[in-house]
């Protein structure tokens, strides 16, 4: 980084340092001047508005305009000639392996098995590590990855993922305890295509494990959480009733953890569902891994087929919706009970 | 990410009326340095100062500068792409009457100019101070001198050659097409060299034009061509398909160095030697490795070579950047960065001692002597198609069997991706 190039338009940066706050601090002096010129009983019902305008006129400049303008070019050609649904059709004709199928299959990959697992091991992690002293440190180091972009973590599982031919020292973890271990032959772990049980493909296994591990943490921490907020004379109470942990976990805990595992779910849902990074760092949508976010991307910026992304963009944000709806009155619902 | 420099005229008769040229280019770093030392005679001569600017993100740069009638007076891009964009738009100036046409018609190889006029109108607009070569095969010739293997002067001695080798046990080729986002690129590599060596470069100019089609008999030949490199199920490659898919094509030619070797053969342009060196750094250019040029595939095209380079287009015809584009053109400003190494001139009348080390002497002559120099086609293709492409060599690799699909559907592409 060049820092000289921050000095070479002084008058920008100033007013950029200066003028920003300043408009900001002239805006809620300037509201607030005006809302107390109002009648007593008004106040109340104006000054929100006051307050939440700057958010709503972002949310509307930078998301809701443009969403408009892509569900209209998703229904007009390059040229901007309306076209009916023919951009949907194009997307999603030839099935199972034409137009956005290989993406949408993948897509629903994602959704089952990165939604399963991240909640799966994330509330293993909570309830098992709640019982244990050092409890902070494990919690910590599991969050941890986190803390990491995506594409460092793509960079550390091609590690783990890194193949050798047969023969040769085997520089991938994996590869190196199948070879050790199990005295088997390496695997391509992200070219393979070979089914897992006849159900999911290896490499999109290998892809979506990456993203596991990378937002496993959160999903343990929220629920960590949520475990802690159950009243330790209801588990007592269980106890002196005679009865044994794993009644009480089915019973008691995960019952009443139940709301924040739907919330927490519902998130990842919708993570899976945009899942891009990992995707585009590791593979670029080759061997069929491709998921509805890269093959948006892919027709945008490679095919500069707008009207095609702008079709993808609205599958996916239709798709979507609904989880965010139920995702919203769910996370209100746990509020409620608080 | 634009670092901007304006650098000083040092020499004695630098006055403030000579004036100055805005250039822009990629060169940061070591690279800067050797372009100021082959810009400072210049100003030393003529006075005029150089405002240099270095952008890696160059198309978007460049792009904005233009659209905004703000260009550099000259700028060089290693891929010509853009600049031909603003020749047809008409930003650029022609050059005919500003270069020694008549000199550089004597200095560099006709390519050299063909590829300066990429609009076909005779007119010049793009010129070169430092080219490079791809469709380099690496070999180490201590192993193949252990084996008693001759350097191929003809493909069916290369043919030959990899059936001997095989035949001895080992694979003869190291083949990785694994590169992020990129994967693939590796193997275009390939197809491209041999449709302009096999179909000479009226067929790869269609080719990458989108007025040929990829089913077409020329290219499906190009592919089987590369498929009897590959052999059947890719058994001349090492580790075959799985290999070549998992490969980075940087740790690529890493097991021709291995004892004994995994493989003798490895095409890659000439920046490979730099990963041959940080994977095994007692390895010695000449002696531990050295490149053969892939053999002519059809006599009636011989020399043919997929080359890159600097290309240099003027935007604004101010005095002293004609004076400048003039003077790049020359051998005596092209062999300062020669000597400093890591270029290679398309000038004749650069000597050939100027080169310090023999592998990038050897390039040199063959670059000089080029007859049939054409840019990288992928690079020139539409990003769609580009991308298409390198998909296909990753589908074909994986399974050869499957090229009549995998043609068909980058004729599906090319169909598309020309016209928008």
Redesign the interface.
Known sequence: M?W??LL?DLPTLIAVIVGVPAVLAAYIVGGEFLVRRLPDKNRPQVRPWIWVGPALLLVTGFLVVPAIGTLISSFQD?QGNFVGLSNFASQLGGFPTGGAWIAIRDNLFWLIFYTLFVLAFGLALAVLFDRVPYENIVKSLIFMPMAISSVALVVIWKFMY????PG?PQTGTLNFILNTVFHQDPR?W???ETPLLGLIPLNNLALIAAAVWGIVGFSMVILSAALKGIPGDLLEAARVDGAGEITIFRRVIFPLMMPTVVVVGTTLVIFALKAFDVV??M??G??DTDVLANRMY?LL?????TPGASAVAVVLLLTVIPVLIFNLRQFRAVEARR | MAAVFAAVACGGGGTQSAGSVKVMATWTGAEQASFMAVMKPFTDQTGITIAYEASRDQDALLTTRVASGNPPDLAAAPSPTLLTKFATQGKVKALNNVVDMTALSSEVSKTWIDLGEPTGDGKLYQVYSWVSLKGLIWYDPKNFQAKGYNVPNSWDSLLQLQQTIKGGGTTPWCIGLESGAASGWPGSDWVKEIVLSQSGPSVYDAWWKGKQKWSSPEIKLAWQTWGQILGANDANVYGGAKSMAATNFADAGTPLFQTPPKCYMHNQASFITSFFQSANPSVVAGTDYNFFPLPDINSQFTGAHVVAGDAWSMFNDTPQAEKMIKYLTTADAQAIWVKRGGKISPNNKVPLDDYPDALSKSTAQILVKTQIGKYDAGDLMPADMKNAYWGAVLKFAANQGQLDSILANLDSIQAKAYTS
Do not use: E, V, W
């Open positions: 060049d000289n190039l070479t390059r890194a193949y050798q031919p040769q391509t992200i070219q393979d585009y760092a593979t670029a080759n061997y892919k910026y490679f095919s500069s087929d």
